[in-house]
C-alpha cells in the first residue's frame, strides 16, 4: 500500500504545559489558569479549605457550613455569612458533599464519605460540637461500599434522609434511635435531596441516571421525572411549587412543575447556543424575591443569571465572573455566595512530588521530597465570595468580562487559529491530506520536568528533571517535529487527564470523586471507562470514530489485552497491548505494537486512528535501569510516511 508522509509531531503534557505562567496577565484584573481560561472574579472573598463541594445556610442565615472534599485536608467550616469571617472549624477523616442544618440551627449533619456514616455536630455558642455518628453500614470502605451524598432534615428533626454513590439507595433515618428505618434502591449514583415544603416528597436527583426520583414519604413510593444528564443539585422554591435542577453535562437547568411533576421549561446556562458539554451546571439559587435564578458553570467559572419571575418564559440576564470550578451557590438578602472549588489561581509546588532533587555528575537529580500539601491534588484552595445583586449595567458589564476570560469564541470554532497551507485543518470545509492518525499518550510529567531545557521553548530549566540526558529520545522527537510549549489543558491526575485526552471532557462526577480515592479515602479509581457516571454525554473519541464511520485502533488505552472497559471499544483493540501497568516497559508496548501494526500493512487493514498508550513517564525513582534506544523512535520511523503523529501526556495522581 502506498504511505503517506509524517505530517506533524506534537508533545504535550496535561498539566502546567504553558510556557506562559499561570498568574495575572497583562490585563491585571485577569489571571491566568493553566487551562488557558482566565479568571476575574468580582465581590469581596474569603479562604475556604481543599476543594470545597457544598455550603449550606442555616435557618437563620446567620451560619454558613462547608464541606471541604479535597485530596489532602478534609474538614468542616462554620462562618458568620453577615460578618464574613470563619467561626469554627473541625478537620476530619471521611467527607463528601452531604450538610444540612437542622430547623431550629442546633445541630449539622454531615456526610462521612466512605466511612458510610453521617456525622452529627451540635451547634453551642457558634462551635461544631461533634456528638455522634450514625451509621448506614457496619464497616467502612471497601468491606462495605455505601458512601453517602446529599442530606435533608424534616423540622422537627426526628428524620433524616440520605442518599448514596456507592450503593445508589436512599437510607431514611430515625434521629431519635438513630435507626434505619428504610433503604429504598435507586436506579443509579445520586447526588442530592430536599424535601418539599409539606415533607411529604422527597427529590432526589439521580446522579447517573438522568432522572429525578420522587420519593413518598408517607407510602414509601417511588416514581421518577426524566431530565438531563448529569442532574446534581436541586433546588425548590419557597411554597415548593417550582422545582430547579441542574443538568451538569447538558448545560442546562430543568424547571418542574411539581403540581403534575412535569418538566416545563429546559434553559441552557452555556456561553454560546451550542450543545456540546463543558459548562458543567452544579449550583442553583433563588433571588429573594425569587425572580431571579443564579447558576453555576463549574468549567466556565461564572454564574448564569435567568429572570424566572414569569413560569415556561424564562430569560437569560447575562453572566457574572466567579473564581475557578465554582462548585454552589446561595442568596443571603442582597448578596450572592459563591463556593469556588478550586479558588482564585494555580499553586506551584517547588518541593514536590518530585522523584528526584539532587544533580550528580551525570545530570540526574537524586533525592525526593513530597508533601501531600505539594501534591497538586492538595493545591485546590476554595474561596468564598460575597457578590453584591449587580444592577442591569453592572450585569452588563459583568457579562462582557466573563466573555472576555473564555479562550474559546464562536469565531475560532468557524475557523481556528494557524497558518494557510497548514495539513491541519482549520475549519470543517478545509480538507487535509492526512490520511492516518497515530496518538500516542504518556503520562504523568509535564512540560517543564521533561523539556524545560530546550533553548527554542519557553521553559523553566531550574524545573527540569529529566532533561536531554535522561530523555534523548524524547527531545529529538521535539527538535525533530514540533515543540509545543504553550499548550494549554484542562487535567490534573490520571482519572480526569485520560478522560480530557479521550473526550476533551471531565465530567461532574470524575472532577468531584477522584480527590477522594486519591486522598486514600476510599472509593474506586473510576476513570479511563470504569464507571460509567465517570463517561462523557456523547462518549470518547471512539464513539465520535464510529459514528462517523472512521477505522480505530486502541493499544492499552481503556483496554487490557483485549478486555475493554467501554462498548466502543470492543472489537477495536490489540489483544495483546497491556493496560495500565508500570512494571512493564515502554520497550515492551512499543514492541506489541510494532508487531501489530507491520501485520496490519501486510493487509492493507492499517485503521485510521490508532492510540497507543506508554505509561512510565512515571519512571522508577533512583533506580538505574540500563534501556536501549527508545522504542518512541521506532514508532515514529514506522510511521513515517504514513500518519500524524500527536504525542500527549497526562498527570499522574497517588497511585496513577
Known amino acids: 500500500m502506498k504511505h503517506k508522509l509524517l505530517l506533524a509531531g506534537v508533545i504535550a503534557s496535561a498539566l502546567n504545559v504553558c510556557a506562559q505562567v499561570p498568574g495575572k496577565t497583562a490585563n491585571t484584573s485577569q489571571v491566568l489558569l493553566p487551562n488557558g481560561w482566565k479568571l476575574s472574579p468580582t465581590g469581596t472573598s474569603m479562604p475556604l479549605g481543599d476543594l470545597p463541594l457544598n455550603i449550606q445556610l442555616s435557618s437563620s442565615g446567620k451560619m454558613l457550613a462547608v464541606t471541604n472534599n479535597g485530596q489532602s485536608t478534609q474538614s ?61 453500614a457496619p464497616t467502612a470502605y471497601p468491606k462495605s461500599k455505601v458512601c453517602a451524598t446529599g442530606i435533608a432534615v424534616n423540622k422537627s428533626n426526628t428524620l433524616l434522609y440520605t442518599v448514596t454513590k456507592e450503593d445508589n439507595s436512599l437510607y431514611v433515618i430515625d434521629l431519635v434511635t438513630r435507626a434505619i428505618k428504610s433503604k429504598v434502591k435507586l436506579a443509579a449514583e445520586a ?6 415544603p409539606d415533607e411529604k416528597t422527597l427529590y432526589i436527583s439521580v446522579w447517573n441516571g438522568g432522572r429525578v426520583a420522587l420519593y413518598n414519604t408517607t407510602s414509601g413510593n417511588l416514581s421518577t421525572i426524566k431530565v438531563g444528564s448529569h442532574p446534581n443539585e436541586l433546588l425548590l422554591n419557597r411554597k415548593g411549587t417550582r422545582l430547579f435542577v441542574a443538568n451538569a453535562n447538558d448545560n442546562s437547568v430543568s424547571i418542574i412543575n411539581t403540581a403534575n411533576n412535569k418538566v416545563t421549561e429546559v434553559v441552557s446556562t452555556s456561553l454560546f447556543p451550542t450543545r456540546l458539554t463543558g459548562s458543567t451546571t452544579n449550583g442553583l439559587a433563588l433571588s429573594k424575591d425569587e425572580k431571579t435564578l443564579y447558576i453555576a458553570n463549574a468549567d466556565n467559572n461564572c454564574l448564569a443569571v435567568f429572570d424566572v419571575s414569569t413560569p415556561t418564559s ?18 443571603l438578602g442582597t448578596k450572592i455566595l459563591v463556593s469556588n472549588g478550586k479558588g482564585f489561581t494555580s499553586l506551584p509546588n517547588p518541593k514536590g512530588p518530585m522523584p528526584v532533587k539532587k544533580a550528580d555528575n551525570s545530570g540526574v537529580h537524586l533525592g525526593a ?105 524524547l527531545h529529538a522527537i521535539a527538535n525533530n517535529f514540533v515543540l509545543a510549549d504553550n499548550f494549554y489543558v484542562d487535567a490534573e491526575v490520571s482519572a480526569d487527564g485520560h478522560n480530557w485526552s479521550m473526550a476533551a471532557y471531565a465530567t461532574d462526577y470524575i472532577e468531584k470523586t477522584w480527590p477522594t480515592s486519591y486522598g486514600g479515602r476510599g472509593g474506586d479509581y473510576g476513570g479511563e471507562g470504569v464507571r460509567t457516571a465517570n463517561d462523557p454525554r456523547d462518549g470518547f473519541i471512539w464513539d465520535y470514530c464510529n459514528r462517523a464511520g ?29 493496560g495500565f501497568d508500570m512494571t512493564i516497559t515502554d520497550r515492551f508496548r512499543a514492541n506489541v505494537w510494532a508487531h501489530d501494526f507491520d501485520s496490519l500493512v501486510r493487509v492493507n487493514d492499517v485503521p485510521k486512528l490508532n492510540i497507543i498508550r506508554m505509561g512510565n513517564d512515571h519512571t522508577s525513582g533512583q533506580k538505574k535501569v540500563q ?22 501526556t497526562v498527570p499522574s495522581g497517588k497511585n496513577r
Open 76 to 136: 468542616i467550616q462554620l462562618i458568620d455569612p453577615v460578618n464574613q469571617k470563619l467561626i469554627d472549624e473541625k478537620v476530619m477523616g471521611k467527607l463528601w458533599y452531604g450538610l444540612a442544618f437542622s430547623k431550629d440551627d442546633k445541630h449539622l449533619y454531615a456526610s462521612g464519605g466512605n466511612d458510610n456514616w453521617i456525622i452529627h455536630f451540635e451547634i453551642k455558642s457558634n462551635k461544631l460540637v461533634p456528638t455522634d455518628t450514625i451509621k448506614l
Open 369 to 473: 521530597t513530597n508533601t501531600k500539601e505539594q501534591y497538586i491534588g492538595g493545591l485546590f484552595k476554595g474561596t468564598l465570595s460575597f457578590i453584591n445583586t449587580p444592577t442591569v449595567d453592572e450585569l452588563k458589564a459583568f457579562t462582557r468580562q466573563v466573555y472576555a476570560n473564555t479562550p474559546y469564541n464562536d469565531k475560532v470554532e468557524k475557523m481556528a487559529k494557524g497558518e494557510a497551507g497548514n495539513p491541519i485543518p482549520r475549519s470543517k470545509a478545509d480538507k487535509s491530506p492526512i490520511k492516518y492518525v497515530f496518538y500516542v499518550i504518556k503520562e504523568n510529567r509535564t512540560y517543564d520536568q521533561v523539556l524545560g531545557d530546550m533553548p527554542k521553548g519557553n521553559g523553566d530549566t531550574s524545573l527540569c528533571i529529566f532533561g536531554q540526558k535522561v530523555t534523548p529520545n
Open 627 to 648: 534501556y536501549r534506544l527508545s522504542q518512541l523512535l521506532q514508532i515514529m520511523i514506522r510511521a513515517l510516511a504514513y500518519c500524524l503523529i500527536i504525542f500527549r
Open 550 to 578: 472512521i477505522s480505530y485502533r486502541s493499544y492499552g488505552e481503556f483496554a487490557a489485552y483485549g478486555k475493554t472497559t467501554i462498548k466502543a471499544l470492543k472489537g477495536h483493540v490489540c489483544v495483546q497491548s497491556p
Open 314 to 331: 424564562s430569560k437569560s440576564r447575562g453572566f457574572i465572573p466567579v473564581g475557578w470550578y465554582p462548585t454552589n451557590v446561595k442568596v
Open 191 to 196: 447526588y442530592s435531596c430536599i424535601l418539599s
